[in-house]
């Protein structure tokens, strides 16, 4: 059954996408500060950098690296068009190279800074995999690798694909989309069994083709998975469902802010009622404090919470076996995203929440299937669309 | 010669050790003269041994008299048929101490070489920097921890340590062997190692240092030095485990190299350098270890001066049997104490590798950004910044100049003699004379 039959299904939706457009704040500098950071430009930060290496020396003083604190929420502010973005003034992190326990990661920077350097000049790309593996002895682990890319991005306050490391993306896509990958491949995200990988480089996407009325963010690769197998698309054509395989990559996160950059429809999440699945949704639609140097390029506050809300537990009556007490770690997950800036302008979630926090129970979105197999797909889903029932 | 003075020397203290000490501060002076009169025959030396200072109150010369003619019949009768040295002599110190409370003449053969230059040769020792030593169950004792090294070129004023912190270690008991019991010897003995490292670069964290002596010296109960056992301290090296305390291996000195040293001295087999390179570039601070080993006796029926002194000599007798007697123990305690004060310099030696290999990629970064860079302003910048010529150039200077600064890396630290020696150079409070 095609959903394009029933005209009713997405009158909600439209409404919805009209309201949006009226909304949107359009940020046409973010792009152009992209496009004018040259490659010329990143040369001579790194360039900077060195010199200011070379000038310590020179003066017999031992040289310092400054790092942006990637970590501290004192260090963010938020600001409701944008998201979670990082203060002008925020406090640095000084990595020694006089110290024992911080020279080593001074190393590791200046060799990541060397690597930058050449991919930049000779206009090649390398995954952060690459990176690690020259060198494992030096880095030790992939984490330290992706920590300090992350961290040459904010200093240099230049996006990490303008530096040319990609990242191998985690997340999948399907639905109603076609684009063109930067080396002329065409991506066909239409089939309806198999899922099409996020591409790593996002920037590079173009001629994006799409009709669908909404986009859904998947939480989980196993919710992901059932809905492909339950024909979602094509139930609820025309729509995209992305899913970045629990806490998004920037990859998956720039997919998503593309998405409503281009086609300006409706983006919703759909997530398990747990304090998790929460802040999962949090990252998409306003970021993390790790990436809120870029957030401008990777939040889409205009995200909304279709399911699994916690109301729905209680409104569909959902088996008591099927729910969860809420852990210490849940409770304490709660407050803190309760105190969080940006829910004092989103009383409804705050709603939902502390509706979690009173019956002292989560659940996951599979729970929806002890009423049903397919009520997620063949109920739920169409009816909080075709109703509106998203916060 | 030495035999007699440490009697004298040891009798003094026990003196002071009975006589209540109103406040560690009191000075108090020692003088041990040695001459000869003109014309005597150069095999004949005399000495006298003179005490003075608020310190030697109570010292009664007729109290004495026992002791001192126990001390008379132990040694040979034609030591104490000695002239008085010249009042002039003693002039100089009595004007800096008070009146004699103690004087003591002898003279004794001796066959000892002097090349004196034709001039008189006078040493006064001092203690530069001193510290208190709290040993358990003990009054503290201050001990002289005074540095001669001299700060390289380098370090500013006022910021090199002048005397080091002495660590004390567990006490060990010591079961008395039987020889020793037959012969008198009862009670309880222990004995107390305390480590001093030295010099104290605890100031510079940064800084390679190399051990390469370790000095043991044995002072008995009454604080006088006396001569280590030499077959228990010869035979050491074999019992320690060099491998746990990070050592390639332990040799004692041969003796004509510290003739005038009371302990035993071990030289530190070094580690080949493997890297040449990194051997010319980068001296390490050598730095020596003393181990004191204080002796503790104690013994309710023992009370009176004439006991106690021939205690101490039956200890300084039987030293050798006892410690053999308890060579387990004392091994165990000295590998502890060792280990102790070796991790911290094994813990330097890895942060040193840790910033040495870093340092290697920091510099090869910053080289290749510098050489294959298309800036010539950039390029001109580094090579001005550092006044060279050329990349190569650049990359020694660049590596010279993180090693000096790394290395002489300068973090101050309170407890350490640097600041208040600056501030009071010539000043005599911070000064004693003591043997």
Request: hydrophobic share 40%.
């Amino acid at each position: 059954m095609m959903g394009s039959c029933e005209a009713g299904l997405f009158t909600e939706i439209d409404k919805l996408r009209a309201e949006l457009v009226n909304n949107v704040e359009v940020m046409p500098g973010c792009q152009r500060d992209e496009e004018e950071i040259t490659y010329r430009e990143i040369l001579s930060r790194i360039e900077n950098v060195i010199l200011g290496i070379v000038t310590s020396l020179s003066k017999d003083e031992n040289p310092v690296l400054a790092l942006p604190n990637r970590s501290s929420w004192a260090n963010v502010s938020f600001d409701s068009a944008i998201g979670l973005q990082m203060n002008s003034g925020s406090s640095v992190t000084s990595i020694r190279s006089d110290s024992p326990s911080s020279v080593r990661k001074f190393g590791q920077i200046l060799k990541i800074f060397l690597v930058i350097y050449k991919l930049v000049q000779s206009n090649s790309y390398a995954t952060k995999r690459d990176i690690y593996y020259n060198n494992t002895q030096l880095f030790g682990s992939q984490k330290t690798v992706d920590n300090i890319v992350d961290d040459i991005s904010c200093m240099l306050k230049v996006p990490r694909r303008s530096l040319h490391v990609m990242a191998t993306s985690k997340g999948l896509i399907s639905g109603d989309l076609c684009y063109l990958e930067e080396d002329g491949t065409r991506i066909d995200c239409r089939s309806g069994s198999a899922a099409v990988a996020v591409s790593s480089n996002i920037g590079g996407i173009r001629n994006i083709v799409s009709s669908a009325k909404f986009v859904m963010i998947v939480e989980k690769d196993a919710t992901f998975q059932r809905l492909l197998d339950d024909d979602f698309c094509a139930k609820l054509s025309p729509c995209i469902i992305i899913t970045g395989k629990g806490v998004p990559d920037v990859n998956s996160r720039l997919m998503v802010r593309k998405l409503w950059d281009t086609l300006h429809i409706p983006i919703f999440a759909l997530v398990d009622a747990d304090p998790h699945g929460i802040e999962i949704m949090c990252i998409y639609k306003y970021g993390s404090v790790a990436m809120s140097f870029e957030a401008h390029n990777l939040t889409v506050p205009s995200v909304m919470w279709l399911g699994l809300l916690p109301s729905d537990l209680q409104r569909l009556r959902v088996p008591e076996d099927a729910l969860i007490p809420l852990t210490k770690r849940d409770e304490n997950k709660l407050s803190s995203l309760l105190k969080r800036p940006y829910l004092t302008s989103q009383p409804d979630w705050q709603k939902e929440m502390e509706l979690m926090r009173q019956t002292q129970v989560k659940a996951e979105i599979q729970s929806l299937a002890a009423i049903a197999p397919d009520f997620l797909t063949n109920i739920y889903l169409p009816n909080k669309l075709r109703y509106g029932g998203w916060v | 010669m030495l035999r007699e003075i440490q009697q004298v020397l040891r009798l003094i203290m026990l003196l002071g050790k009975q006589k209540p000490q109103h406040g560690l501060n009191t000075e108090r002076g020692l003088l041990v003269l040695l001459w000869t009169e003109t014309g005597a025959s150069v095999q004949s030396l005399n000495c006298t041994v003179a005490a003075a200072g608020p310190w030697s109150t109570g010292i009664k010369m007729e109290a004495l008299q026992p002791v001192l003619t126990d001390l008379k019949e132990s040694m040979f009768p034609c030591m104490w048929s000695s002239p008085q040295p010249d009042p002039e002599e003693l002039c100089a110190f009595t004007d800096l101490y008070g009146s004699l409370r103690l004087l003591l003449s002898f003279q004794i053969n001796i066959h000892l070489k002097f090349k004196l230059n034709q001039q008189t040769f006078q040493r006064d020792l001092r203690v530069k920097v001193k510290s208190t030593v709290a040993l358990a169950n003990q009054p503290s004792r201050i001990l002289d921890v005074t540095c001669s090294t001299q700060p390289p070129e380098c370090v500013k004023k006022g910021c090199w340590c002048q005397g080091g912190h002495p660590v004390v270690g567990g006490m060990v008991p010591l079961s008395i062997p039987p020889k020793a019991m037959d012969q008198g010897l009862f009670g309880e003995l222990s004995i107390q190692p305390v480590t001093l490292l030295s010099p104290c670069v605890l100031q510079y964290p940064n800084l390679a240092t190399q051990l390469t002596h370790i000095k043991v010296l044995v002072f008995g109960p009454s604080n006088v030095p006396v001569a280590g056992p030499s077959t228990f301290f010869q035979n050491l090296p074999a019992h320690l485990d060099c491998q746990e305390l990070g050592l390639h291996g332990l040799h004692c000195s041969s003796f004509k190299d510290h003739v005038h040293s009371s302990g035993m001295v071990y030289t530190v087999e070094q580690e080949p350098c493997k890297d040449p390179e990194q051997e010319s570039s980068l001296l390490p601070m050598q730095q020596s270890l003393r181990l004191y080993l204080f002796l503790q006796h104690s013994d309710p029926f023992n009370c009176h001066l004439s006991d106690l002194m021939a205690t101490e000599v039956l200890i300084e007798h039987y030293l050798e049997d006892i410690l053999n007697n308890n060579r387990q123990s004392v091994t165990k305690a000295l590998q502890t104490e060792l280990q102790n004060t070796l991790k911290a310099q094994n813990r330097r030696k890895k942060d040193q590798e840790k910033l040495r290999s870093a340092a290697e990629v920091i510099l090869s970064s910053s080289i290749s950004v510098v050489s294959c860079s298309s800036n010539v302003d950039f390029r001109t910048a580094c090579l001005n910044s550092m006044k060279v010529r050329d990349t190569h150039d650049l990359s020694a200077s660049l590596r010279e100049s993180l090693r000096r600064v790394t290395s002489w890396k300068f973090t101050p630290r309170d407890r350490c003699h640097s600041a208040q020696m600056e501030e009071h150079p010539e000043s005599d409070v911070a000064t004693r004379r003591e043997i």
